[in-house]
């Protein structure tokens, strides 16, 4: 074990739990440098963060320019400009119908329990609907959420009243929409009525939970749900938005809108921030104060927001993102190993699923991951079984190293499945 390993494990708790056995030096674009000397083609990108790379020049150049002029104020206290173009920026693109507002916090988690409070100030009602397989975050009204309860809940004493969990639809786990949706029935007959159920929170492609695409009967179905009983929808988008799908939101797939959407992850280019933006009229019912946050909006990072929205634009980056998940798609399903039971995309929210003997074996998935490091790729694992491997390359990625990423793959596989 290495000198800074040793002082890790005296330093932090293990409740964070940490995947490399090496520490990074260096980062740019799909590349990371350990102070172990080696090179990895980064499959994770901070997990959904980096879909326009490591310290993409533009942003770091967005950013040199505001450290010039001030790095904080609080935003509650003293306000600037680049949280409002921000702001005005996402109302216009996100896929919500009529007037929207945006306001900005720092994370995932902010995001989700910030919807959840809006939808309870809209309402008057105190109940959630989530979904098994679910991740919304760490925080405590967002792990209540959660749809997975080892690592996320267990003994850690999380007991949120007024959180139900329905069923999300899995084609491969046999659960069809229609079961999906009778969850829903289910809920309301046995724990809450739907009229006091303040919103419905989902994903459009579940992250944690598998990479799982939520079929537009299903989200047709939750919106005419929430109609029925007056309840917000929230889309969570934390890890789904800003292309990594090949849509700016994964929300675009669909005939039918939400009237709060989440979001995180890659808006910042690698700078923390997340938000909301949702129908005027449903955002408007949080009175002054109700909302915001110390760091909320940091200006550093809505300086990184605003870059990062050009160079989706300017890089082709939607278009990059389903030519890459495409390529990666066909790359494994042409794999024909047996144990290979499905392979998901939607963009580049490509992944694929290990089975053994008819069960799903996160024995291969982990597998696969540890060869896969040791060759100089760096993938992550989701699922609820843990049996599935996630790709989350930067969208930005250079062919030549994608394909090298590509030829590891096959590689680590084959050996994996033996
Ligand atoms: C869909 C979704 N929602 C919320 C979160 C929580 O975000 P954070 O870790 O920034 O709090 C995540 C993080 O992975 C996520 O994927």
Known sequence: MSDLM???????????????DWFVEKAENAT?????????????????VLNVGHRHPRIIEA??????????????????????????????????????????????????ENAIKVAKAKTKRYGIIAFGGSFHGRTAAAVGMTGKVVPYKAELGIGMVGIYHGVYPNKLHNISVE??????????????????????????????????????????????????????????????????????????????????????????????????????????CVSAGGMGGTYAGS????????????????????????????QLKNFLQGLGHKEIAEVRAVGSMVAVEFFKNNEPSSDIAKKVQTLAMSKGLLLLTCGSYGNVIRFL????????????????LKEVIAEAVK
Request: charged share 25%.
């Open 6 to 20: 040793k002082r890790r494990e005296e330093a932090t708790p293990k409740g964070i739990g940490v995947l490399c």
């Open 32 to 48: 990371l440098w350990g102070t172990n000397g080696k090179e990895y083609i980064d499959f994770a990108a901070g997990i959904a």
């Open 63 to 112: 950013v040199k320019k505001q450290l010039d002029y001030f790095t904080h104020t609080a935003y509650q206290v003293t306000p600037y400009e680049s949280y409002i173009e921000l702001a005005e920026k996402i109302n216009e693109l996100a896929p919500i119908s009529g007037k929207k507002k945006t306001c900005f916090f720092t994370t995932g988690g902010e995001a989700t």
């Open 179 to 284: 079961d999906a949706l009778k969850s829903l029935d289910h809920i309301c007959k046995s724990s809450i009525s739907p009229y006091d159920v303040a919103a419905i929170i989902f994903e459009p492609v579940q992250g944690e939970g598998g990479f799982n695409p939520a079929p537009k009967e299903f989200v047709e179905g939750l919106r005419a749900f929430a109609d029925k009983y007056g309840i917000v929808l929230i889309a969570d988008e934390v890890q789904t938005g800003f292309s990594r799908t090949g849509k700016l939101f994964a929300m675009e797939y669909h005939s039918v809108s939400p009237d709060i959407i989440c979001m995180a992850k890659s808006l910042g280019g690698g700078f923390p921030i997340s938000g909301i933006v949702g129908k005027a009229e449903i955002m408007d």
């Open 299 to 326: 200006p550093l990072a809505t300086a990184a927001g605003l870059e990062v929205l050009k160079i989706i634009k300017e890089e082709n980056l939607l278009d990059r993102s389903n030519k890459l998940g495409e």
């Open 393 to 408: 390359y930067p969208l930005t990625i250079p062919q030549e190293q994608f394909d090298k990423a590509l030829n590891i």
